[in-house]
């Protein structure tokens, strides 16, 4: 059973997701907020596995909810835009993934279902738009501040972390890259046990701090 906690500031939303959860044999909702302090409670109080966060709530924004966060908890941000002022800081705080609130059905419960296995999920749209305001923005993009192992990673494994940054899943990238999916894998697991990430997000997070070259697919 995977346990979830949800806290967003709209009602109909909570109820939306809560009637979507309940029909889950899998997925059980321990409890919700409407606020950034309650859902410093409600982790604390129920420890979920899996947190859907709103980015924008009152007494405190998700954003620092998450710097607060300790624990094994994997936080899925919820944005009403793709592209969000706080996306990048949100994932180097440690969120796993996004979530657009017009989402489909089926999308937030295989999200939910990857992030409490331990994956993360970056939607290709939102992680291509985010390169695009970086690319085009002067000053947008995060300051470099080189990762301390990267020196440890392979040319290739550099490269495959550059393509990972773009959103592109594995499949995809092998595709680009003319190799086989099970390849990118095998870098994608290297790359992670190297620079210490935690997830996918994180190898994100240090390919644009570290100043990687990002493809554009």
Not at 97 to 106: H, R, S, V, Y
Not at 112 to 123: C, F, M, P
Not at 183 to 191: I, L, N, Q, Y
Request: with cysteine; proline share 6%.
């Amino acid at each position: 059973m995977i346990r979830v906690a949800l806290a967003d500031d709209q009602a109909l939303l909570r109820l939306a997701m809560r009637t979507l959860l309940s029909c889950e044999p899998d997925l059980e909702l321990v409890g919700e907020a409407e606020d950034g302090l309650g859902a410093l409670d409600l982790v604390a109080a129920h420890r979920p596995d899996v947190l859907l966060l709103d980015i924008r709530m009152p007494r405190m924004d998700g954003l620092e909810v998450l710097r607060r966060l300790d624990g094994p908890t994997r936080v899925i941000m919820l944005t009403t835009f793709e592209l969000d002022e706080y996306v990048f800081e949100a994932l180097r705080a440690g969120a796993s993934g996004f979530l657009t609130k017009d989402a489909e059905p089926a999308e937030l419960l295989r999200a939910v279902r990857v992030v409490a296995a331990g994956d993360s999920l970056l939607s290709p749209t939102v992680t291509r738009r985010v390169i695009e305001r970086f690319g085009a923005t002067p000053g947008a993009a995060p300051p470099k501040r080189v990762h301390p192992d990267l020196h440890l990673l392979t040319e290739r494994e550099r490269e495959i972390v550059g393509w990972v940054a773009t959103g592109l899943s594995n499949d995809e990238i092998a595709a680009g890259l003319v190799v086989s999916p099970a390849t990118v894998r095998t870098h994608v697991s290297r790359a992670l046990i190297k620079l210490h990430a935690r997830d996918r997000a994180q190898l994100v997070v240090i390919a644009y701090q570290s100043g990687l070259p990002i493809p554009h697919p």
